[in-house]
């Protein structure tokens, strides 16, 4: 059977398994992903918005010469410079500027960050460049005294939801990927020369679909699949919660992003311009027994997030916060090490008679690496050779028919906000917004932003989502 006849069934539909489905369908695959809640809703939507090679690896790597580390920089600096490429209306190159106090930071810092820029060749951004005393006040009006400048790097900045997003619908548009959001994958049934997954409606119900190979892409949730799968089978995955705070930028102006190289538990945290005249502190590093939908920032982790920002800049006891996220990344380790030094690496364990390959770890900026190097071995699996497949190097989807809802339905939903009536009945219509969640967080982000407006915005949709059960027909249709 050719490539092109063949159906990929994917569980999971944030970084890594878009991932795995841009790799399959640009090779004519037929490409299933289900997702147990909203596109991209999961960790997908709760990292830090950069991308990045990672300094902390590369420092990581000087240190212990892991070789890990360095193939994870050097990986994710190379798909940095695609990220950037492939919607730049999202993805946005970002100057970070790295404080030093003294000689002796200025140099080893200095060639940290050289090598960091090496490494990314031949994607490589702007250079490093020394920033003195006048203008880091200039661009941190707030920063205590003490700094003799800094270093200006450079890395990207994205809105991670709404990238995920808009990928799902340009792979819809342009391969006819199918995406089913609030089902969930609860068995996983390998046949002869198939294998077949149960799926879980929001209402109960259970279906099954058929395909020629599934993909464990759940994040966090994956050793669940696994152990479902084989019962007994030890874990994999260590979880480790990151939280972050969002300050409005007339409390703390930061006109670039800002790095502090070094805490207490071996982390750095980032002080990074935000939507909507916002600024993004985070994030840390604890490990959680399991993880967790919505999962609240532990009362411990926003102190400490406040103690470092005060050490840094002159900020009042109690300062205001305007939204508050959690999340939880999935890291690959047996060692019994701190999360804070577990590499981003993913792993691929392939269970050939299952026909399941499970798809652990990973990072945002490598998710298409991570679908390449899965999907090889799928069809290493299948004895298919691993051709090149179609090119892509731009993945904004085509907004006309979302203009055309907005034009016929043109109702705002609240006075004073943006938003309108035909945004709404366009993703209902897509069937990937069952919850008024799905619209306030998203695809406007709102509890990336502010919280207080995120719950009036949601109150203003539940009001009137029983309105929106019958969608009505198409505005294109009628052309």
Same mark, same amino acid.
Request: hydrophobic share 40%; with cysteine; charged share 25%.
């Given at each position: +059977?050719?490539?092109?006849?063949?159906?990929?069934?994917?569980?999971?539909?944030?970084?890594?398994?878009?991932?795995?489905?841009?790799?399959?369908?640009?090779?004519?695959?037929?490409?299933?992903?289900?997702?147990?809640? $909203?596109?991209?809703?999961?960790?997908?939507?709760?990292?830090?918005?950069?991308?990045?090679?990672?300094?902390?690896?590369?420092?990581?790597?000087?240190?212990?010469?892991?070789?890990? $580390?360095?193939?994870?920089?050097?990986?994710?600096?190379?798909?940095?410079?695609?990220?950037?490429?492939?919607?730049?209306?999202?993805?946005?190159?970002?100057?970070?500027?790295?404080?030093?106090?003294?000689?002796?930071?200025?140099?080893?810092?200095?060639?940290?960050?050289?090598?960091? $820029? %090496?490494?990314?060749?031949?994607? *490589?951004?702007?250079?490093?460049?020394?920033?003195?005393?006048?203008?880091?006040?200039?661009?941190?009006?707030?920063?205590?005294?003490?700094?003799?400048?800094?270093?200006?790097?450079?890395?990207?900045?994205?809105?991670?939801?709404?990238?995920?997003?808009?990928?799902?619908?340009?792979?819809?548009?342009?391969?006819?990927?199918?995406? *089913?959001?609030?089902?969930?994958?609860?068995?996983?049934?390998?046949?002869?020369?198939?294998?077949?997954?149960?799926?879980?409606?929001?209402?109960?119900? *259970?279906?099954?679909?058929?395909?020629?190979?599934?993909?464990?892409?759940?994040?966090?949730?994956? $050793? /669940?699949?696994?152990?479902?799968?084989?019962?007994?089978?030890?874990?994999?995955?260590?979880?480790?919660?990151?939280?972050?705070?969002?300050?409005?930028?007339? #409390?703390?102006?930061?006109?670039?992003?800002?790095?502090?190289?070094?805490?207490?538990?071996? *982390?750095? #945290?980032?002080?990074?311009? %935000?939507?909507?005249?916002?600024?993004?502190?985070?994030?840390?590093?604890?490990?959680?027994?399991?993880?967790?939908?919505?999962?609240?920032?532990?009362?411990?982790?926003?102190?400490?997030?406040?103690?470092?920002? @005060?050490?840094?800049?002159?900020?009042?006891?109690?300062?205001?916060?305007?939204?508050?996220?959690?999340?939880?990344?999935?890291?690959?380790?047996?060692?019994?090490?701190?999360?804070?030094?577990?590499?981003?690496?993913?792993?691929?364990?392939?269970?050939?008679?299952?026909?399941? #390959?499970?798809?652990?770890?990973?990072?945002?900026?490598?998710?298409?690496? +991570?679908?390449?190097?899965?999907?090889?071995?799928?069809? @290493?699996?299948?004895?298919?050779?691993?051709?090149?497949?179609?090119?892509?190097?731009?993945?904004?989807?085509?907004?006309?028919?979302?203009?055309?809802?907005?034009?016929?339905?043109?109702?705002?939903?609240? /006075?004073?906000?943006?938003?309108? /009536?035909?945004?709404?009945?366009?993703?209902?219509?897509?069937?990937?917004?069952?919850?008024?969640?799905?619209?306030?967080?998203?695809?406007?982000?709102?509890?990336?932003?502010?919280?207080?407006?995120?719950?009036?915005?949601?109150?203003?949709?539940?009001?009137?989502?029983?309105?929106?059960?019958?969608?009505?027909?198409?505005?294109?249709?009628?052309?």
């Amino acid at each position: +059977m050719e490539s092109s006849r063949r159906k990929l069934l994917i569980a999971g539909a944030g970084s890594s398994g878009l991932g795995v489905a841009v790799a399959a369908a640009r090779r004519g695959w037929k490409v299933l992903l289900i997702e147990a809640r $909203d596109i991209g809703g999961g960790t997908s939507t709760t990292s830090t918005k950069l991308i990045h090679g990672g300094v902390r690896y590369l420092e990581s790597a000087l240190r212990s010469l892991r070789y890990a $580390d360095w193939q994870l920089v050097r990986e994710a600096l190379r798909e940095r410079a695609w990220m950037l490429a492939s919607n730049p209306d999202l993805c946005h190159p970002l100057p970070i500027v790295l404080p030093v106090s003294g000689a002796l930071e200025r140099a080893y810092y200095g060639f940290g960050l050289r090598l960091y $820029d %090496w490494l990314s060749y031949p994607y *490589r951004m702007q250079a490093p460049s020394w920033v003195g005393a006048p203008q880091l006040r200039e661009l941190f009006p707030l920063l205590r005294e003490g700094f003799t400048g800094g270093w200006r790097y450079w890395d990207g900045r994205f809105a991670d939801r709404l990238y995920a997003v808009h990928l799902a619908l340009f792979l819809r548009q342009r391969y006819g990927v199918e995406i *089913r959001t609030h089902h969930r994958v609860c068995q996983v049934r390998p046949q002869a020369r198939s294998v077949r997954i149960e799926i879980e409606t929001p209402s109960g119900e *259970r279906y099954e679909e058929e395909g020629d190979f599934f993909v464990n892409a759940t994040g966090p949730w994956a $050793d /669940e699949l696994r152990q479902q799968i084989r019962s007994g089978v030890l874990p994999r995955l260590r979880v480790s919660r990151g939280s972050h705070l969002v300050l409005s930028a007339e #409390l703390l102006p930061a006109r670039e992003g800002f790095l502090i190289p070094k805490t207490h538990d071996g *982390r750095v #945290l980032f002080v990074l311009p %935000w939507l909507e005249n916002t600024v993004l502190v985070g994030t840390t590093d604890e490990e959680a027994s399991a993880p967790e939908w919505n999962a609240p920032v532990p009362e411990a982790e926003e102190a400490y997030l406040r103690s470092y920002l @005060q050490k840094y800049f002159t900020l009042e006891e109690g300062f205001p916060v305007q939204a508050r996220f959690a999340g939880f990344r999935p890291l690959v380790a047996a060692a019994a090490q701190p999360t804070a030094r577990l590499a981003r690496s993913h792993v691929i364990e392939l269970w050939v008679q299952q026909r399941t #390959l499970h798809l652990l770890g990973g990072k945002w900026t490598t998710y298409r690496k +991570m679908g390449e190097d899965a999907l090889r071995q799928i069809m @290493q699996a299948l004895g298919l050779p691993f051709r090149t497949g179609e090119v892509i190097t731009d993945i904004r989807p085509d907004w006309s028919e979302l203009e055309q809802w907005k034009a016929r339905y043109p109702t705002p939903l609240t /006075e004073g906000e943006p938003y309108v /009536e035909g945004e709404v009945l366009f993703w209902r219509s897509l069937g990937w917004a069952q919850v008024p969640e799905d619209i306030v967080e998203g695809r406007w982000q709102l509890h990336l932003i502010d919280s207080a407006r995120a719950q009036r915005l949601r109150a203003v949709l539940e009001r009137r989502w029983k309105d929106w059960a019958h969608v009505p027909e198409s505005p294109s249709a009628r052309l």
